[in-house]
């Protein structure tokens, strides 16, 4: 090896000693500089290469047959080229760099093709699949590790031989010669395992044939395990239409998180064709989810069963990825792609199936219930165990806060949710004909009856619940008749004697304070014990105003799938302003509130602001309003009808029509302001 002296121990000195040192094309004995403290000198003495401060000493002691003079100094280069003899190499600094670039640069593409072989080697021998491939002379080049298992010839074996050598069977050198692929062909290998092969000619950029490809799986296995199960026939026509149909979509990345390599099933399956992904990042694909690629790539463990939406399309999939290791080096990873749309939309679809029964008879269940305050919690808790139960069932609450929402939930979450739901309310059906609505009547029972009688809601709701709303407005007979039913479960029809046994659950609601009404005689109150086994009391709006902000949420979706808006929530600001107003009307009122106020934001508006809601804690009711006019042609009466008829006008256009509310307010039973309605002739 020729000894070399390197002038000049600079940065410039220092990499070439590094350089030269690495690639061990020269022997360095020396290295020089004026200054003992230059990286080249620090350098040389941790080598235990010699060192100077003056070239010509080491000039004399070697024969040196390389001087890389680095120091830049053209006097300094003069007087080496005059001293030197002949037979040494001068070499500019400068130069020696160049070539020494140039060779490490070949190094690092060596490496690179060098690493891309062995990465496409890994893949290749990673597939379940059996790969041979032949170049146009018909000899081996590639033998993957699923090849070598399914024929039972090594890979060394294989290599560089004449496929017909190896395997008499082998169909290739057909393929070479057509040029047409054979797909999902049947093949008998010398060794007695039956194989699905596909063959393919493989073609240079001019369309030349330069070999051919056969892609083959063991059927042997699957084949003897289907003979103990069942009729071969029928599990080769499965085998067959399972590999047919089969997508197993690739993908390739490399440490970078860059696109290498994607196959035909991948493009089908997202819709993405190679120029669209190869070199792009690994997240190219993916429309909706984390890349499990660069989470594999960060954490150099594998993943299994990963959800995502992929592609244009946003198909629904299933990834499994795992890293590619060389040398104990992560060099990339290589995803597997399931289509599983298919599945979600049939899950889809029967969880809408479930939806559309559910509107059939009760049409929420507990998640839909929207609180997390303490008092709604705990009313929720004492539902769920009623619903557990088949005990009497008392909702007590204010109007508005969900009663009825309760009610449904209660018989979803029971032992009777496939059977009826049937809901009353006690107070918006005419006092003479509620009786025969609940339980029924008989052929003749009063005129104007339907001849063959008719079944009552009671009967109707059999295995079922039945929800009695405003059970606090039935009458005395009513009530009687409601006890017979809680204690001896049968009902008799109007104008009937024969009892009727019935299995009904009965769940009740009031928002009248029953213990008043048994005071003044109004209410039973043996009925009254029996309907409370199970009271629930369902707290006010103004009890939970934590709950606000869910509520708001909540209610803002429904509004905007009702009126086709597009609202995205409520400012905090204007959430503090909706929990400082009481609410009289409880979560019904507060919908109302944000029902306007959607409905009057312009369309470009997509959050509500404070200035959007209007003045609610200073809303009263205008006394001009509700005054009359006194003149003499008018009585006492004619004053107090016409002060009545504009009270409940006033009242009602203050809550909206809302009729429960109303009678609240102004402190008459909802039978009550019914009447009074009709009285004035008000709509």
């Known amino acids: 090896m020729r000894k070399c002296m390197i002038v000049g121990a600079g940065n410039g000195g220092n990499a070439l000693l590094n350089i030269l040192r690495e690639t061990k094309m020269m022997n360095v004995v020396a290295v020089v500089d004026l200054n003992e403290e230059a990286p080249g000198i620090v350098t ?64 690092t593409l060596i490496d690179t093709l060098r690493h891309q072989s062995k990465l496409q080697e890994i893949i290749l021998d990673s597939t379940h699949d059996g790969m041979i491939a032949i170049d146009k002379n018909e000899f081996v080049t590639l033998f993957n590790r699923s090849a070598e298992k399914v024929t039972g010839i090594s890979k060394e074996q294989a290599q560089g031989r004449p496929v017909g050598s190896l395997m008499a069977t082998s169909q290739l050198p057909r393929v070479l010669s057509s040029g047409h692929s054979e797909v999902n062909k049947e093949q008998l290998l010398p060794n007695g395992k039956k194989i699905i092969t596909t063959r393919i000619p493989l073609l240079d950029s001019n369309g030349a044939r330069v070999g051919a490809l056969a892609v083959f799986r063991d059927m042997t296995a699957i084949e003897e395990m289907a003979q103990e199960v069942t009729n071969l026939k029928s599990i080769q ?123 059939l008879e009760a049409k929420y269940s507990f998640e839909d219930i929207i609180g997390k305050s303490e008092e709604m919690s705990f009313s929720i808790q004492q539902a769920k165990l009623a619903a557990s139960t088949p005990a009497t069932v008392l909702l007590r609450g204010e109007s508005g806060t969900g009663k009825e929402l309760f009610a449904h939930a209660i018989h979803n979450a029971s032992d009777r949710k496939f059977n009826k739901f049937i809901r009353v309310n006690c107070a918006a059906i005419a006092e003479s004909l509620l009786e025969s609505e609940l339980f029924g009547y008989e052929d003749g029972a009063f005129s104007g009856a339907k001849q063959g009688g008719r079944r009552g809601l009671f009967e109707e709701a059999n ?163 509700l005054s009359v006019e006194r003149t003499p042609e008018k009585s006492l009466s004619q004053l107090v009808d016409e002060f009545e008829r504009k009270t409940i006008q006033q009242t009602l256009r203050y809550y909206e029509c809302n009729k429960t509310a109303t009678a609240k307010a102004l402190g008459v039973s909802l039978r009550n302001l019914y009447y009074k309605m009709e009285k004035h002739g008000i709509e």
């Open 463 to 625: 295995g079922g619940s039945i929800f009695l709303d405003e059970i606090g407005e039935l009458s005395q007979n009513t009530q009687v008749k409601l006890l017979r039913v809680l204690q001896e479960k049968e009902i008799v029809r109007v104008g009937g004697t024969k009892p009727i046994s019935i299995n009904v659950r009965i769940i009740a609601a009031t928002n009248a304070k029953l213990e008043k009404r048994i005071m003044d005689g109004s209410f039973r109150e043996d009925l009254y014990y029996r309907l409370n086994r199970m009271p629930i009391q369902i707290p006010p709006l103004r009890q939970r105003k934590d709950d606000i902000d869910l509520l708001s949420n909540h209610l803002i979706a429904k509004i905007n799938q009702d009126y086709g808006r597009n609202v995205e929530g409520i400012t905090p600001e204007a959430l503090e302003y909706l929990k400082q107003y009481e609410w009289p009307g409880n979560v019904r009122e507060l919908e109302n509130v944000l029902g306007r106020i959607v409905i009057h934001m312009d369309p470009a508006e997509s959050v509500i602001q404070l200035s959007h809601i209007p003045s609610l804690l200073s809303e009263t009711k205008s006394a001009e309003l």
């Open 44 to 107: 040389a003495k941790k080598a235990g290469i010699d060192v100077y401060n003056d070239w010509q000493v080491p000039l004399a002691d070697y024969e040196i047959d390389v001087i890389i003079e680095a120091t830049g100094d053209d006097n300094v280069f003069k007087e080496i080229r005059e001293k030197r003899s002949k037979q040494t190499v001068l070499i500019p600094g400068s130069v020696a760099n160049i070539v020494l670039r140039l060779i490490e640069e070949k190094e």
């Open 237 to 359: 026509s499965m085998l067959k239409a399972i590999i047919q149909s089969s997508d197993e979509a690739i993908s390739v990345v490399d440490e970078n998180g860059r696109g290498l390599m994607i196959n035909p099933a991948y493009s089908r399956l997202t819709g993405l064709e190679q120029d669209e992904v190869i070199g792009k990042p690994a997240t190219t694909d993916i429309s909706e989810g984390e890349s499990m690629h660069m989470r594999v790539l960060s954490s150099r463990k594998p993943v299994r069963g990963v959800q995502m939406k992929v592609g244009p399309k946003k198909r629904d999939v299933v990834v499994n990825v795992s890293p590619v290791l060389v040398d104990g080096r992560l060099k990339g990873s290589v995803g597997v792609i399931h289509d599983v749309s298919e599945l979600h939309s049939l899950n889809n679809q029967l969880q809408r199936a479930r939806q559309i029964i559910r509107t």
